[in-house]
Nanobody, 115 residues
């Protein structure tokens, strides 16, 4: 069983930056994938990016060059650094962890980009 607790988020002006954190506790095996999804009002949940236990990252095209996923292995924490934010980045952001056949979700955090 894995628990994910998110922090960060909030309101930011266009062009600004935010960092989201996702702290994992419980049984994290050596092989896993963690990442971030987002869901805007009236839209389907969209994968933002992932990071593997080997440290490889992938991003959806719309955030490449602006968002960075990193991790602190000692803290079992994954981060989503969001720069050059745009109004279309407004959404609830969810972290997730896939460990074997199981997928776990964070509680979600609102990110609003508006002037």
């Amino acid at each position: 069983q894995v628990q994910l607790v998110q922090s960060g988020g909030g309101l930011v002006q266009p062009g600004g930056s935010l960092r989201l954190s996702c702290a994992a506790s419980g049984t994290m095996y050596s092989t896993y994938v963690m990442g971030w999804y987002r869901q805007a009002p009236g839209e389907q949940r969209e994968l933002v990016g992932t990071i593997t236990s080997g440290g490889n990252t992938n991003y959806v095209d719309s955030v490449k060059g602006r968002f960075t996923i990193s991790r602190d292995v000692a803290k079992n924490t994954v981060y989503l650094q969001m720069n050059s934010l745009k109004p279309e980045d407004t959404a609830v952001y969810y972290c997730y962890a896939q460990v074997g056949a199981f997928v776990y979700w964070g509680q979600g955090t609102q990110v609003t980009v508006s002037s």
